[in-house]
RNA sequence: UGGCCCGUCGUCUAAUGGCAGGACACCGGUCUUUGGAACCGGCGGUGGUGGUUCGAAUCCACCCGGGCCAACCA
């Protein structure tokens, strides 16, 4: 059972389980609509890509569907350059939209009528105060802010003053619609918003039509309304907007069963340009070569980089969905992309940085052919092509040292490697020019050595990777890291919108060129996906590359456990970082909070007096009226307290004790009943939900749900033995010393007995029968 | 110093009052004609203090830490 729940199951994340459960309570009627919402203002992003699996992904899962809607409600920055690449961005990671293809500026009207709903009821209004007296007014985040002198005009003045504003007749900031809520919300946004602004400016389609425009919080909850969506995701920084979101739909009159939003974290990658904000300004001071330049983490970017769409994909899967505000290591992308291109790419050959071989013992002039196989042993694909050998070779110039570092398993002087699908060379003598750089090695090869013969199992030390010298190809390749060493450049670079460009990371991008491939990449695809072996892996980039330019990008480097490791050497030995000591255990007591002097006298008095626990009197103590109750039913004042301050209080959610369906006395009474064994304390604790969400009689509800206390050793025996029958591993787990398991005993015979079971009794039963 | 959200291995994420599990990273080993891949093993976590409970990562209180909110942007 529990074993195939592990590796396989879908993920299911807190969304997902809040979908499941609104389809299986049928509040939608089963219907399952998101949407991906973007704004036409730039390039979608890896971020974006992680939203769109969300939403795309849900509505797949649930046959439901997932609507592309433009959120095109600020004619000032959107145009069509951006819905085509949003289009096309979509479609290449894999997902479709049907025929559910919108335009949130296509319910303009019906967002306007709105307007006019709300204006007549009475709650928005025109306001003329110009835009820096409506901030002012807004107050701060910890002073409310004060009601602008149009707030109370007539609803028809502002309905004749809304209509003027649409038909054109005043000038961009003159009037704007706000609603007309609440000045003084600890919630900023609910200080009554704007909803329509007045701009005569052409949207990209709308033209000239309209002259106001609504804003995100009017517009985004009524465009989910509009298209009957059930679950509206989107990113944590929108917490604060939802109470505005489900004010503007309930107070233009839509009905449950409506659109709800829910908040996730998102995607934050190290080292990547996140946000549209800080990506154009690069783009647009032309830091970089554009939307799609590989060093963006824009999904364009990665398209040109060579990155797969599943490798984004399977990010979205391992990155996972929560509401934790977390940063995701770039490890988990490269991981993602090796993970789809490794059992898929081709292997050839690349030397990136060629130093000379000249194979004295190999008839000059001559060549011959190798038949190379394209994927190693545990890689199950066919194929294979021609390799040519001569006597002039290529190899890397870091597959050579003179003299070599411990653990080295490559060329060195009078040593031998084998030749990758080739044979053993031995190294017999360095050619250095007259600085002292080696720029050539003399080697004599063993023919009977040749790869695929079978006949030489002679052991090497390693193997490295080669290209015939006379038949070699040469090509660029472009090697990317990170734009920005720290965050700090980049939002520099945003702010002063690019134009004094902080300084990049020099290794953001390396062009290698003279770097020799083997010839038979000629031949193949131009979008063939490789691995160079023992490199990483390549494209071509398809701007650049096209036609007869060999320029390859670096998609991902392979692991390389062996740079690693002569990285963490040489950095030992130059920096060892200082460790300071931190005095630590300085007195960390929490201070008591500030409270009413009438509160705190009481708190003191139910501490002092009748002996409750201290947290539990302070919070009894702000609202006595239950408490006082409760205790004339049930005379045991910290068990009461207990009840109220902890019990009771977490099943509250937000509400007052005065609005609960039943008294203080009837806490009261459930406590009592639990003081005299009649019933459970965990059993009363279901109860006391099913009292707050229905409202009753403690006594009757006991008997009814049928709780009252099973504490009969021959009852609870059965239950035990029942138990351990069905856990015969765990069984014998426990008695291997695992003790914690005995929870899980207790928990198993609790479930059995819907929780009437008496824990103390099943405790000791259950030692009792696991010791013999 | 207002309101809201969030704190689980280094990182990401499960456990929804009952066994703290997985993935990435890291470290070892096996295997290997890629220092790749695969396989095996290891390291390592509930921010703190109290409380409720037979039992707390989970519920309650306080504290600490991080994030969001004062565009006529989305």
Request: charged share 30%; with cysteine; aromatic share 8%.
């Amino acid at each position: 059972m529990e074993r195939t729940r592990s590796a396989q199951s879908p993920p299911s994340d807190f969304i997902r389980q809040i979908v499941a459960a609104d389809t299986a309570s049928g509040r939608y009627g089963g219907r399952v609509v998101t949407r991906f919402p973007p704004e036409p203002n730039g390039y979608l992003h890896v971020g974006h890509a992680m939203g769109i699996c969300l939403n795309f992904g849900i509505a797949e899962e649930f046959r439901g569907r997932c609507h592309l809607r433009y959120d095109d409600t600020n004619p000032e920055k959107e145009n069509e350059e951006f819905v085509r690449s949003i289009e096309r961005d979509i479609r290449w990671l894999g997902f479709d939209w049907g025929e559910h293809l919108c335009f949130a500026s296509d319910y303009f009207e019906r967002m306007y009528e709105c307007a006019e709903v709300l204006i007549r009821k009475g709650l928005a209004y025109v306001d003329s105060q110009p835009t820096e007296a409506i901030r002012e007014g807004r107050g701060t985040v910890t002073e409310p802010g004060v009601e602008s002198p149009y707030r109370n005009r007539s609803p028809e003045e502002s309905l004749d003053l809304f209509r003027r504003m649409r038909a054109g007749e005043f000038e961009d900031g003159a009037h704007v619609l706000r609603g007309k809520i609440d000045m003084t919300s600890p919630n900023m946004l609910m200080r009554d918003p704007v909803f329509y602004r007045i701009r005569h400016a052409h949207h990209y389609r709308q033209g000239d039509a309209w002259c106001i425009y609504p804003l995100y919080d009017y517009a985004h909850c009524l465009e989910d309304q509009f298209e009957d969506i059930t679950h509206s995701i989107c990113t944590l920084e929108f917490d604060n907007n939802r109470e505005l979101y489900d004010w503007v739909l309930d107070n233009v009159g839509f009905a449950e069963p409506r659109p709800h939003q829910y908040e996730w974290a998102g995607l934050d990658l190290e080292g990547a340009v996140l946000s549209k904000r800080n990506i154009k300004p690069l783009v647009q001071a032309r830091v970089v070569t554009g939307w799609d330049d590989p060093r963006l983490a824009t999904i364009a970017a990665y398209r040109r980089r060579g990155v797969p769409p599943e490798a984004l994909r399977l990010l979205a899967q391992l990155v996972g969905v929560s509401k934790t505000g977390a940063r995701t290591e770039e490890a988990k992308l490269d991981f993602a992309i090796r993970e789809v291109l490794n059992p898929l790419a081709p292997r050839v050959m690349a030397v990136l940085d060629p130093l000379k071989v000249v194979i004295t013992n190999y008839p000059k002039g001559t060549s011959e052919e190798i038949d190379a196989a394209y994927f190693p042993h545990d890689v199950p694909r066919e194929g294979s092509r021609a390799l040519p050998f001569s006597g002039e070779l290529w190899i890397e110039r870091s597959d050579f040292e003179e003299r070599p570092p411990k653990g080295f398993r490559r060329l060195v002087p009078g040593g031998e490697v084998r030749l990758r699908h080739a044979y053993v060379i031995r190294c017999d003598e360095v050619i250095k020019d007259a600085g002292g750089r080696v720029v050539e090695l003399r080697c004599s090869y063993d023919p009977s050595t040749r790869s695929g013969t079978g006949a030489e199992n002679r052991k090497v030390k390693g193997t490295i990777h080669w290209v015939s010298a006379p038949h070699a190809l040469t090509a660029e390749v472009r090697l990317f890291g990170r734009l920005f060493l720290d965050t700090q450049h980049e939002a520099e670079v945003a702010e002063d919108g690019g134009v004094t460009a902080a300084p990049l990371n020099p290794g953001s991008l390396v062009v290698v060129r003279g770097v020799k491939v083997e010839p038979s990449i000629a031949r193949d695809p131009a979008d063939t996906r490789y691995q160079f072996e023992r490199t990483g892996y390549f494209w071509r980039d398809p701007v650049d590359g096209a036609g007869d330019h060999l320029v390859f990008n670096r998609i991902v480097a392979l692991k390389d456990t062996w740079a690693k490791r002569a990285d963490v050497e040489v950095r030992a030995t130059v920096t060892a970082e200082p460790v300071v000591a931190t005095a630590k255990g300085a007195d960390e007591r929490p201070r008591p909070r500030a409270v009413d002097p009438v509160i705190a006298a009481r708190s003191a008095r139910y501490r002092d007096e009748l002996g409750v626990a201290a947290d539990h009197a302070e919070t009894i103590a702000a609202d006595p009226a239950f408490f006082e109750a409760a205790l004339r039913t049930h005379a045991n004042a910290p068990d009461v307290a207990a009840w109220i301050a902890v019990d009771l209080r977490g099943l509250l959610e937000g509400r007052a004790l005065a609005e609960l369906p039943f008294s203080g006395e009837a806490i009261g009474r459930l406590a009592r009943l639990v003081q005299e064994g009649r019933t459970s304390r965990r059993a009363a604790k279901d109860v006391l939900a099913r009292m707050v969400s229905e409202g009753g009689d403690p006594e009757r509800l006991v008997e009814t749900m049928g709780l009252a206390k099973v504490s009969d050793p021959a009852v609870l025996g059965g239950a035990v033995e029942a138990v351990l029958a069905r856990w015969p591993e765990k069984v014998a787990e426990f008695r291997a010393g695992k003790s914690s398991l005995l929870g899980l005993f207790v928990g198993e015979v609790m479930k059995q007995t819907r929780g009437a079971a008496d824990p103390e009794a099943t405790k000791r039963l259950l030692a009792e029968r696991l010791r013999s």
